[in-house]
């Protein structure tokens, strides 16, 4: 594959001398307009790489913040469609930023997935990370978008020993993703001390750089993990911010996307300090 | 629709009987679509399983279970009154409502605790949609003294109060799952974020011949003891092999389990019963995952699934709250494109009246699962000659759906 923007991106990163921030949403989370506002505003807050969740009925890797996220977005009428219209209008306005798509294969799948990727490539996808296609399903999916130019990342987790790392590595590629914890989203927390033993590990087998997430929550956290990696996600304790700021009809209020944002903003701060 | 993949599902076939490939495939269907936090867990599970298939100590120590604890064989009854009165083929049960614990669940449950035993694995979790196979994983678990967690949705714990006291009594902790429409497929996407969770030490007990390769191939030779003792006893009982065979299906556990053994008999015609609910022109109204449902992904396999077409999962309709799930075993979904299995639907209240007439006729009161299977039954056998034979796998005993029942039909208990 040609460079692509991830790859830039963690380039200009590593010239910088500092681990990337990654922010996790969940599209149409609590409603369209909003997370389109907290989409474009992410840039200028300190997101260096967007993750933008596609809503699932049944998200079986996620904690409560998220599949409550996914919810509020279906509820309000997201889809596949809206999800991949959201990337253009913010690719219209930003060239630079990378958007990576995280979900899971189910609606990919019926889109089909031909059709879903030739859409992802046109609307200014940059990379897909599906939690429920491992190695073993790599011709589904991770094949056929390598073939449009989409990076497919892939989740290397506490339980894959170094057996198991080059199968998961193989067909890899922007960067690789670190589980930082045996569990689902945004619930235990990592120790940065076991976390960065990890990715020094998986750095002896691959030159792809490391981001490491779920269970990072808080500045400190993300400043503490960014040390040993190259990125740090944050995505439960975002998701978290626009559910604390709804109104109590469920709705969003004129503090919800500023409120996500000032947390990008100090997370992003914490990430910069040397 | 990938079309590329569904060439190999296409008949032209020696055998139905050597899937899945090993990858975990029944054709298109099937597969491994979980985490990767789970995978090496999910591959350490296959050749654990592999070692115990080939190791006669395994089969030695399930079978004196069969015997000794769930009271295996199960009996394979002529149904005489019902005979006569649908006019048709001869009509047998095979009895496996007179299992331990009342259903055909308790089949796999012991497998699996044996194999989870033999891993070394010293907690067990497991989902439930009625109930029964909370209630055998929880016996298994008392018996064999291993803590046990069961996920069950918050609306099925309200309809299945009866085995919800009898899982507390056998010890397990019991977690209503509010999540969702608070049914079985919620109670699996619990089950498996605590899986996730505890991989190092937890044993993941899949009630149904579904989820990610290898637990539909596991489960399924676990139940196929069903079909392999109807073929002995019908051949002692009639000297020949049945003309059809039908069974109910929800994940399609019991039907794998009798139709299995019988796949490469051209002459016996076997058809699954789905549930119809209130009809499956009614929008999310029913949970026949087959006959009103597409393909797609979903608990780490790929097969028929209720859904819409943004490919978001729905929650589907049974007054049976065994059969309330939005998908099926990928091996079903297999027979149903290769044409070698018929599946049908049957609403919630076809299902009640045969509930009803079964219990008056043969003084059987069954479960409202095969009660599907007994409502096609009504159907079927009138249509056969009166000198051919049909199998009906009575999976589960009523008792537990008293209280549904007594509701369905104004009854005050």
């Not at chain 1, 929550?217 to 993300?222: G, I, L, M, R």
């Not at chain 2, 019902?82 to 006019?87: I, N, S």
Request: proline fraction near 6%; glycine fraction near 10%; include cysteine.
């Amino acid at each position: 594959m040609t460079p692509t923007r991830i790859d830039r991106r963690f380039a200009a990163l590593k010239a910088e001398g500092r681990p990337g921030l990654v922010t996790f949403v969940t599209a149409g989370d609590p409603d369209y307009k909003t997370a389109r506002d907290i989409l474009f505003g992410l840039p200028a807050a300190g997101a260096d790489i967007i993750e933008l969740g596609m809503p699932f009925s049944d998200p079986m890797a996620d904690g409560p913040a998220i599949q409550a996220a996914g919810l509020r977005a279906l509820k309000s009428g997201q889809n596949m469609r809206k999800t991949l219209q959201m990337v253009a209008e913010f690719r219209a306005r930003d060239t630079e930023t990378p958007i990576v798509l995280m979900g899971y294969y189910n609606p990919i799948f019926v889109y089909p997935t031909d059709e879903f990727l030739a859409d992802a490539k046109k609307a200014g996808v940059d990379g897909l990370i599906i939690v429920d296609c491992p190695p073993e399903a790599d011709d589904e999916l991770c094949l056929p978008a390598m073939q449009h130019g989409i990076n497919f990342i892939r989740l290397a987790a506490p339980t894959t020993d170094n057996k198991r790392l080059p199968i998961v590595l193989k067909n890899t590629s922007g960067f690789l993703y670190y589980v930082s914890i045996t569990g689902i989203t945004g619930t235990a927390t990592p120790d940065p001390t076991e976390v960065h033993a990890k990715v020094a590990s998986i750095k002896k087998a691959t030159t792809l750089p490391v981001a490491v997430g779920f269970g990072v929550k808080t500045p400190e956290q993300a400043k503490a993990i960014g040390r040993g990696a190259d990125a740090v996600v944050v995505g439960s304790a975002l998701v978290g911010a626009i559910e604390k700021s709804l109104g109590s009809d469920g709705k969003a209020t004129a503090g919800t996307v500023s409120a996500v944002l000032n947390l990008v903003k100090s997370l992003s701060g914490a990430v910069r300090q040397r | 629709m990938t079309t590329s993949t569904t060439t190999t599902s296409t008949p032209q076939l020696n055998s139905y009987r050597t899937g899945p490939d090993e990858r975990g495939f029944f054709g298109q269907f099937g597969g491994r679509f979980v985490a990767e936090t789970l995978m090496p867990l999910i591959l350490e599970l296959e050749s654990a399983y592999n070692a115990a298939k080939s190791d006669p100590k395994f089969a030695a120590e399930l079978g004196y279970l069969h015997t000794h604890y769930s009271g295996r064989p199960s009996p394979l009854y002529f149904a005489e009154r019902m005979t006569k009165h649908f006019g048709g083929a001869k009509v047998y049960f095979k009895r496996d409502e007179l299992n331990h614990t009342g259903s055909h669940k308790i089949n796999n449950c012991l497998g699996q605790i044996l194999l989870a035993r033999r891993m070394g694995k010293t907690r067990i979790i497991a989902e439930t949609g009625a109930g029964q196979h909370g209630v055998a994983v929880a016996t298994v678990c008392a018996k064999f003294d291993l803590p046990c967690e069961i996920y069950m949705g918050a609306t099925d714990v309200e309809r299945q109060a009866p085995n919800v006291a009898r899982m507390k009594l056998l010890g397990a902790k019991l977690n209503a799952v509010t999540s969702g429409a608070g049914t079985l497929k919620d109670a699996m996407n619990e089950a498996l974020r605590d899986w996730v969770s505890n991989v190092h030490d937890t044993y993941y007990i899949i009630g149904t011949a579904a989820g990610p390769h290898p637990y539909p191939q596991l489960v399924r030779d676990f139940q196929s003891i069903i079909g392999q003792e109807t073929r002995e006893q019908m051949m002692k009982a009639e000297g020949r092999l049945p003309d059809a065979l039908v069974a109910c299906i929800g994940g399609g556990s019991n039907a794998i389990g009798l139709f299995h053994p019988f796949l490469d008999e051209k002459d016996v015609a076997i058809y699954g019963v789905e549930a119809g609910g209130h009809g499956l022109n009614v929008e999310n109204g029913h949970a026949a995952s087959m006959t009103g449902g597409t393909p797609g992904v979903l608990h780490g396999n790929r097969t028929y699934l209720l859904q819409n077409r943004d490919g978001q999962i729905l929650e589907g309709h049974s007054i049976s709250a065994g059969l309330d799930y939005p998908g099926v075993g990928p091996e079903h979904s297999w027979l149903k494109d290769s044409g070698r299995v018929k599946y049908v639907a049957i609403t919630d209240k076809e299902a009640l009246n045969a509930l009803q007439l079964c219990t008056r006729l043969e003084g059987i009161i069954p479960a409202l699962e095969p009660s599907h299977a007994i409502a096609y039954v009504e159907k079927l056998a009138p249509t056969m000659g009166k000198d051919q034979i049909l199998v009906m796998n009575l999976c589960g005993r009523g008792d537990k759906d008293l209280f549904t029942v007594a509701k369905a039909l104004g009854m005050q208990i």
